[in-house]
């Protein structure tokens, strides 16, 4: 049975991973499970003009505890939005630190097919990093037109709420259309419906460790 006890997201972005696996963390976090998250740039560059630079970091701070992930549990990288090939060295020792001290049953990672460049980054160097753990793709469907899932994680509407609730803090992103609550609820009812259950969210699978 698939039952991983620690759990860890890897957000290229703050916000990935909410948008790629926000309702399985809040799943995971109600049932007790530790899960940690690691965003590897704050995207300062790309922030609307006249917020403050810090304005994405404490927005994930928020949106990651009302999922229920423990601020301890936090981890905020400030890698330039864009650029993380030059970096891929660098990258993939962070990884393997974060993997020898925190050691997860489970990975999230952006899907091999993701046509963000520091998307790929993440995903290449983390099939490097965690080769001894379960590794799930996550959706985010605008960068990535394939995609292969053949593995659901069934969400109650409670988990849908809470996905929609911690998108809402990053007001600095809200004029984006894949953050709207439509979109998101939608796309949990597409994937609900091919896992047979109200709601759920899509991965693809690179390993499985049980």
């Known amino acids: ?61 928020k949106a990651t505890a ?11 990288f400030d890698f330039e939005v864009r650029i993380f090939p030059k970096h891929r060295q660098e990258i993939l020792e962070e990884l393997v630190a974060i993997g020898k001290k925190i050691k997860p049953d489970l990975v999230f990672i952006p899907s091999v097919a993701d046509i963000h460049q ?16 379960s590794l799930l793709g996550y959706e985010l469907p605008w960068n990535h037109p394939p995609f292969t899932s053949p593995f659901f994680i069934n ?9 929609a609730g911690a998108l809402k803090e990053y007001h600095s992103q809200s004029h984006r259309n894949y953050m709207q609550e439509d979109f998101i609820r939608s796309l949990a009812k597409v994937r609900g419906v091919q896992a047979n259950s109200d709601y759920a969210e899509a991965f693809e ?5 049980s």
């Open 155 to 163: 969400l109650s509407a409670n988990d849908l709420s809470k996905k």
């Open 118 to 133: 520091d998307h790929g980054v993440i995903h290449a160097e983390a099939l490097r990093a965690f080769k001894n753990s």
């Open 205 to 209: 699978v690179y390993k499985i460790i």
């Open 66 to 76: 009302f999922l229920g992930i423990s601020p301890a549990n936090l981890i905020l």
């Open 1 to 61: 049975m698939f039952n991983p006890r620690k759990i860890l997201v890897l957000a290229p972005h703050t916000d990935d991973g909410e948008l790629g696996c926000g309702g399985s963390i809040a799943k995971f976090a109600s049932e007790g499970k530790e899960v940690y998250y690691a965003a590897f740039s704050l995207c300062s560059k790309s922030l609307p003009p006249g917020l403050p630079e810090d304005t994405l970091a404490n927005e994930c701070k």
